[in-house]
């Protein structure tokens, strides 16, 4: 049994490493592209206007960022789907934003689709809650690239690094 211990992570870096590695070549093969530095840089630039946008109250630019489709998937409820819904979850939370900030750290992808890893802190009030809630927290999210060159979030998922209130 201790030598399973022993021998299991080393198993699980041989399995991601050949695997990554496998990805590699599929998109080689198929013709695909990983980022350019350029996408890259774009991606991460989103996040200036997506704050701006958040501390403006300006939902509609906000959810402009989101593909048609979109799923935000955040914790403790159900997946949100589409701008549509996004914006009529946003409006009925009755929320001003007093501070936004995303942080991607990590942006990698092939072709029109990329995945961004990264960090939020944000405080907000909501109609009738007395004290302004400040949040921080990690968000995961995949992109895709639109016609015209620009990127939008496909997928959202975040979740607070908080604790749950007793």
Not at 23 to 42: F, K, M, Q, R, T
Not at 138 to 162: E, P, V
Request: aromatic letters at 10%.
């Amino acid at each position: 049994m201790k030598k399973l211990f022993m021998i299991l992570p080393f198993v699980f870096m041989l399995c991601f490493t050949f695997g990554c590695q496998k990805a590699e070549e599929v998109a080689e093969e198929v013709g695909v592209a990983p980022l350019s530095d350029e996408d890259v840089a774009a991606i991460k630039a989103l996040t200036i206007p997506f704050d701006e946008a958040a501390l403006a109250g300006d939902w509609n630019t906000l959810v402009a960022f989101f593909t048609e489709d979109a799923v935000l998937m955040g914790p403790n409820g159900p997946s949100i789907q589409g701008r549509s819904a996004l914006m009529g979850m946003i409006e009925s939370l009755g929320m001003t934003i007093t501070e936004h900030k995303i942080d991607l750290v990590e942006v990698d992808g092939y072709g029109d689709i990329a995945y961004a890893r990264g960090t939020y802190v944000e405080t907000f009030s909501i109609e009738g809650v007395e004290e302004p809630v400040k949040d921080e927290g990690k968000i995961l999210t995949i992109l895709r690239k639109q016609s015209d060159g620009s990127w939008l979030f496909a997928i959202w998922m975040y979740n607070s690094d908080l604790s749950l209130p007793e």
